[in-house]
């Protein structure tokens, strides 16, 4: 049965993204745009997810390592001046004002 018409996305492809890790209606929409376009699946979407334990969570809680697919941590680059970055790139003088 279709759970997203917008974007036909069935109950058990919603079961089959839950079982790969998607515990919430916002990982199931990332996982396939489900909820994402007219909302009116996202209720149905929470109900088929439940409110059981969801098995990424307690993977990651056990300490085990992220499953295939999953989204990599953020890296924080290092914030670098402007004038750096230029200085570094071309070390050029500036014309003198007449």
Do not use: N, W
């Not at 914030?79 to 003198?96: I, N």
Request: proline fraction near 9%; glycine fraction near 10%.
């Amino acid at each position: 049965m279709y759970v997203c018409s917008c974007f036909g996305i069935t109950e058990q492809q919603v079961r089959d993204h839950a079982d790969t890790g998607a515990c919430t209606p916002r990982q199931i929409a990332s996982a396939c745009k489900a909820g994402t376009d007219c909302g009116g699946c996202v209720r149905r979407i929470q109900a088929l997810l439940g409110r059981g334990a969801c098995p990424r969570r307690e993977l990651i809680e056990s300490g085990a390592p992220e499953p295939l697919g999953a989204q990599p941590p953020a890296v924080e680059l290092p914030v670098v001046a402007v004038a750096e970055v230029v200085a570094e790139v071309a070390p050029v003088g500036l014309p003198e004002a007449a």
